[in-house]
């Protein structure tokens, strides 16, 4: 059920309406092979309808021991710990003070993430405090329970210019309010990651039987201090929005040599039970390496890895070894693996190790020091470290680069994700970008060029009537959206740029990036195969998960 005005959404900046164009090159109709939404995502809004295409789940159930805790106490990662971090605005999320909805400054916020449980609990707010707002999450909550008694489901509400979004999740309710340009399906895409991101932390099994027991049981208990981890994912969309627009992850631009020999390296240091290993800084992937059998019939989705990369930027993890469990919720929700996370010598560089034993925490420590050591003896760790602080540096390893490089006249900035990968390169979707520059340098600007690219997917992938080609003309720039059965591609131009111009500027950019692609992506990820696993310690051996108590 959509309730609210059949109003479009407005046109964003000061352009005219959008123009769609057939490539001369490409067939009109179907999207290529473009990547699929989530199934719960696939929502458009009231001028959108017909028929909706759904993933398939994983057909693969991961081997992980259900709801076990690591026996291991050493080291544990707390939770809590990024609560009282200097690097956290107290004010900026659910941990602030205010947030009552007569508060000027709460109302002028673009959007609002609310969670709640079906009895209207409050768990989790954007901005504010969930305690102010318990009375706004209690319409809420009844709003959902009036339509649910007419044998009805609420998908969005439309007044104005503000956009609501239901997403009921087992006993979760979340609830995006918003007044961008993004779509439903967008703002439901959000709010699936935030749920994601929960899951976590909980597993979807340990939340419904918590419900079960417990209506209004106040879910914060269990997830004190992994609020900053959830501002943190919505921070992040409003910056970077390529990640979840385009179902994919970002990796560090390094030259192909240097990628191969420190996949080499994940491929030789392994462990019993290791089942992914994953190097990354700044947020961003370096390389992954994963364990045949565990994972060799499951797609490792670019969800899940996102979510492990914005999990691992929390301040608890800025120093030091942690030793925690950690859900998937693509691969498994209800399961945990156990993940070790550890800043290499004192730098920004992070290595990511998945255990299916609650046991290993030693192992995956010997792991991590024949890594440190193999990165020291290659020369990349003092490389990766400096990628850090000078984005632009002329060496192999930049964690940005400047779209300066593409040597195209006119163009500004571009999202690019490859469709035309090889098969064993199909698990980790991937894409590229360059740094946003001037005119894009102030916050206005880049959340402009934010809500135009948001625009311009929601067109592309509309469910009613799906376009290959855009080509939008506006005040301040010119943009070009193109999906192929090859690629996926959003460029910003210079508003002087005309049709014949944006042309050729997308021309070159499509041979620089051919040219550059064993730079810029992964294109065969490392796997291996481990000594044979320890038995699994006994269920006996733990009454509960680390994070609550077990039935």
């Given at each position: 059920m959509e309730a609210g005005g059949d109003t479009a959404a407005p046109a964003p900046g000061d352009a005219e309406d959008l123009e769609d164009t057939r490539s001369p090159s490409e067939e009109a109709g179907d999207s290529g092979g473009v990547h699929e939404d989530p199934p719960e995502s696939r929502e458009e809004g009231p001028e959108e309808t017909g028929s909706e295409i759904k993933d398939q789940p994983p057909g693969l159930r991961s081997p992980l021991p259900q709801l076990e805790a690591p026996s291991c106490t050493c080291r544990l990662w707390d939770p809590a710990a990024s609560e009282n971090s200097p690097l956290d605005d107290p004010e900026s999320g659910s941990g602030g003070q205010g947030g009552d909805p007569s508060d000027e400054d709460w109302r002028s916020k673009r959007k609002h993430v609310f969670v709640l449980s079906e009895a209207g609990k409050p768990i989790y707010s954007r901005y504010g405090s969930v305690e102010a707002l318990s009375t706004t999450m209690g319409v809420m909550t009844a709003l959902v329970s009036f339509v649910q008694s007419a044998g009805d489901a609420i998908r969005a509400i439309y007044a104005e210019d503000h956009k609501l979004v239901f997403l009921q999740q087992g006993p979760?309710?979340?609830?995006?309010?918003?007044?961008?340009p993004q779509s439903v399906a967008q703002l439901r895409g959000e709010l699936l990651a935030v749920h994601a991101q929960i899951v976590s932390t909980l597993t979807r099994a340990s939340v419904a039987r918590i419900f079960a027991r417990k209506q209004n049981y106040d879910l914060r208990r269990l997830l004190a201090g992994s609020e900053r981890t959830l501002d943190r994912l919505l921070d992040s969309v409003e910056r970077d929005p390529g990640a979840l627009l385009l179902g994919a992850v970002r990796c560090v631009p390094l030259a192909r040599p240097l990628r191969d020999a420190l996949g080499s390296l994940l491929r030789r240091c392994t462990a019993p039970g290791l089942a992914l290993s994953v190097l990354a800084v700044g947020g961003q992937l370096v390389t992954a390496a994963q364990e045949r059998n565990v994972l060799a019939e499951c797609r490792l989705?670019?969800?899940?890895?996102?979510?492990?990369?914005?999990?691992v930027g929390a301040p608890a993890f800025a120093a030091g070894e942690a030793w925690a469990p950690v859900c998937l919720p693509r691969f498994n929700p209800d399961g945990f693996f156990y993940a070790y996370v550890a800043r290499l010598d004192a730098t920004p560089v992070c290595l990511l190790l998945l255990s299916t034993d609650p046991e290993a925490f030693h192992d995956m420590a010997t792991c991590r020091r024949l890594v440190e050591d193999g990165m020291h003896t290659l020369g990349a760790m003092r490389a990766l470290g400096e990628a850090v602080s000078f984005s632009n540096a002329p060496s192999a390893i930049a964690l940005a680069y400047s779209v300066q490089a593409v040597g195209a006249s006119g163009l500004r900035h571009f999202l690019y994700k490859p469709l035309d990968i090889p098969d064993h390169h199909r698990q980790l979707p991937q894409f590229t970008s360059p740094e946003l520059e001037a005119p894009y340098s102030r916050e206005e600007e880049r959340q402009r060029l934010s809500d135009l690219y948001h625009r311009l997917h929601a067109r592309l992938h509309s469910t009613s009537r799906p376009l290959r080609l855009i080509y939008h003309v506006g005040e301040k720039e010119t943009l070009l959206a193109w999906v192929t059965s090859k690629f996926e591609l959003y460029t910003c131009l210079s508003p002087l740029v005309t049709k014949a111009g944006?042309?050729?500027?997308?021309?070159?950019?499509?041979?620089w990036v051919k040219k550059e692609e064993d730079r810029l992506f992964i294109r065969y990820p490392p796997k291996y195969s481990t000594p044979p696993a320890v038995p699994a310690a006994s269920m006996d051996q733990a009454s509960h998960n680390g994070l609550f108590p077990g039935p």
């Open positions: 979760l309710l979340l609830v995006a309010v918003s007044r961008t989705d670019p969800a899940d890895l996102q979510l492990l990369l914005n999990w944006a042309i050729l500027v997308v021309t070159k950019l499509l041979r």
